[in-house]
């Protein structure tokens, strides 16, 4: 019970936290990065930003709630300074590489080196004890009192709740794109980019025994220990970013939310472990972020080894995206499926659909192989204002005037998406 009353009594302080305010503000100008690219490719926004930011947020505080839950009822306890060491490290790598803002690897960073001191305890040896070197005297202090199972935990779960906002949420927020391969052939994919902020409540150790908070739960701490433990307010932001042109939005995202699940319920027993078995903590650490390097190895080698989806078959044209509150949203119309006929006539290229859009201009009658292989008849009137395509983005052909180049590099840099004309457009 007063642990529930140390939450409560900490929720006005997350909202002084100047961290809240930043990764709302880094949640908006995502968000409306990408609302613009669409803007741009598209002449017309597929996502909306009101709907979109207050649906992170909101999704967010669900984890933030989840996380917080897991942590103190698994009897996680950290230190402020493990917490701070951790964004310390993750800022100085994602200056080489954004993709390192994923915590796993400065966690496996700090793990490995700290576990490494403390079980040979290497801060006793002639070389750090000589006068010139007494600047290292507190810098070893601190690797040696981190708390390696606890950042390990903290990541863990940070991980799973990272996989089921993705399978919640994150395939409703992806965008279309137009891709080039390596043999220079223009396929449809998706950019499926989300991001959450979520607020934290963490049990932390001040080391002042005759303060802090009162646990009543037997079994703690299961991992970490301390005293004076009190409740932290610390907002968090966790993201996911992945590219497809093999799987629909909602088959990636399924998958890697499988794999990060699995991921972080076996880190997580690790940690467990690395608490009871000291010379297990430099394996659990190499593990955090091997482990994940290899889901992303992995996913990216599927990628260029499988067949793309979003191509037009001999016979027909495939759909990449709808357009929403569009004729072909309430039309039933998918990505994914293969428009034969409209109004009657077979379309093989964007030309044909024109021609055969215009030979009704009130009314559409579309036949299309759906999902399951089957072929499936609706139709709908057209009113003015509607979308001149129906709403429907296909698929690119030899024709298109652009492609879309995404690049992974420094924070100096960002990611750079890059619209690029074709040379072979018309």
Same mark, same amino acid.
């Given at each position: 019970?007063?642990?529930?009353?140390?939450?409560?009594?900490?929720?006005?302080?997350?909202?002084?936290? +100047?961290?809240?305010?930043?990764?709302? #503000?880094?949640?908006?100008?995502?968000?409306?990065?990408?609302? /613009?690219?669409?803007?741009?490719?598209?002449?017309?926004?597929?996502?909306? #930003?009101?709907?979109?930011?207050?649906?992170?947020?909101?999704?967010? =505080?669900?984890?933030?709630?989840?996380? &917080?839950?897991?942590?103190?009822?698994?009897?996680?306890?950290?230190?402020?300074?493990?917490?701070?060491?951790?964004? $310390?490290?993750?800022?100085?790598?994602?200056?080489? *590489? $954004?993709?390192? =803002?994923?915590?796993?690897?400065?966690?496996?960073?700090? @793990?490995?080196?700290?576990?490494?001191?403390? =079980?040979?305890? #290497?801060?006793?040896?002639?070389?750090? *004890?000589?006068?010139?070197?007494?600047?290292?005297?507190?810098?070893?202090?601190?690797?040696?009192?981190?708390?390696?199972?606890?950042?390990?935990?903290?990541?863990?779960?940070?991980?799973?709740?990272?996989?089921?906002?993705?399978?919640?949420?994150?395939?409703?927020?992806? /965008?279309?794109?137009?891709?080039?391969?390596?043999?220079?052939?223009?396929?449809?994919?998706?950019?499926?980019?989300?991001?959450?902020?979520?607020?934290?409540?963490?049990? $932390?150790?001040?080391?002042?025994?005759?303060?802090?908070?009162?646990?009543?739960?037997?079994?703690? +701490?299961?991992? @970490?220990?301390?005293?004076?433990?009190?409740?932290?307010?610390?907002?968090?932001?966790?993201?996911?970013?992945? #590219?497809?042109?093999? *799987?629909?939005?909602?088959?990636?995202?399924?998958?890697?939310? *499988?794999?990060?699940?699995?991921? &972080? =319920?076996?880190?997580?027993?690790?940690?467990?472990?690395?608490?009871?078995?000291?010379?297990?903590?430099?394996?659990?650490?190499?593990?955090?972020?091997?482990?994940?390097?290899?889901?992303?190895?992995?996913?990216?080698?599927?990628?260029?080894?499988? +067949?793309?989806?979003?191509?037009?078959?001999?016979?027909?044209?495939?759909?990449?995206? $709808?357009?929403?509150?569009?004729?072909?949203?309430?039309? @039933?119309?998918?990505?994914?499926?293969?428009?034969?006929?409209?109004?009657?006539?077979?379309?093989?290229?964007?030309?044909?659909?024109?021609?055969?859009?215009?030979?009704?201009?009130?009314?559409?009658?579309?036949?299309?192989?759906?999902?399951?292989?089957?072929?499936?008849?609706?139709?709908?009137?057209?009113?003015?204002?509607?979308?001149?395509?129906?709403?429907?983005?296909?698929? +690119?052909?030899?024709?298109?005037?652009?492609?879309?180049?995404?690049?992974? /590099?420094?924070?100096?840099?960002?990611?750079?998406?890059?619209?690029?004309?074709?040379?072979?457009?018309?």
């Amino acid at each position: 019970m007063e642990v529930l009353i140390g939450v409560l009594n900490q929720i006005p302080q997350i909202f002084l936290h +100047p961290m809240l305010y930043v990764g709302v #503000l880094i949640i908006v100008l995502q968000y409306r990065r990408q609302i /613009t690219l669409e803007r741009k490719l598209f002449s017309s926004r597929i996502h909306s #930003l009101p709907k979109e930011v207050l649906s992170s947020l909101g999704y967010g =505080l669900l984890g933030g709630i989840i996380t &917080s839950s897991l942590m103190i009822v698994l009897g996680i306890v950290l230190h402020p300074s493990d917490t701070l060491l951790i964004w $310390v490290i993750t800022i100085v790598l994602i200056l080489f *590489n $954004v993709r390192f =803002l994923c915590l796993s690897y400065a966690t496996g960073i700090i @793990g490995v080196v700290a576990g490494v001191f403390q =079980l040979f305890d #290497l801060s006793k040896i002639q070389f750090f *004890n000589n006068p010139a070197f007494s600047w290292t005297t507190p810098i070893l202090e601190g690797i040696n009192q981190i708390q390696i199972p606890s950042i390990i935990a903290i990541v863990a779960i940070l991980h799973l709740v990272e996989a089921i906002l993705i399978r919640l949420q994150a395939s409703k927020q992806a /965008t279309p794109l137009f891709l080039e391969t390596k043999r220079g052939k223009l396929v449809g994919g998706h950019h499926i980019q989300s991001y959450w902020l979520l607020p934290l409540f963490l049990v $932390v150790s001040t080391g002042n025994i005759d303060a802090g908070i009162q646990l009543d739960f037997s079994w703690w +701490p299961l991992i @970490g220990s301390g005293v004076g433990l009190t409740i932290l307010p610390v907002p968090a932001m966790i993201g996911y970013s992945d #590219l497809t042109s093999v *799987n629909s939005p909602s088959e990636k995202s399924k998958k890697t939310s *499988n794999y990060l699940l699995l991921y &972080s =319920l076996v880190l997580l027993g690790m940690a467990f472990i690395a608490e009871k078995w000291v010379a297990f903590q430099i394996v659990a650490a190499f593990f955090a972020g091997f482990a994940h390097e290899i889901i992303l190895f992995f996913g990216k080698q599927k990628e260029k080894t499988m +067949p793309p989806i979003y191509v037009h078959p001999k016979d027909g044209l495939k759909v990449l995206a $709808v357009l929403p509150d569009s004729i072909a949203m309430r039309m @039933g119309i998918k990505p994914g499926e293969v428009i034969k006929k409209v109004n009657g006539v077979p379309v093989t290229s964007i030309e044909e659909l024109y021609y055969a859009l215009q030979r009704q201009s009130a009314f559409v009658k579309l036949e299309v192989i759906n999902l399951e292989g089957h072929l499936k008849f609706t139709q709908h009137s057209i009113y003015d204002g509607d979308h001149y395509q129906l709403g429907i983005i296909l698929a +690119p052909d030899d024709n298109a005037p652009y492609y879309i180049e995404v690049e992974n /590099t420094s924070l100096l840099e960002l990611l750079k998406q890059k619209i690029h004309k074709t040379s072979h457009s018309a």
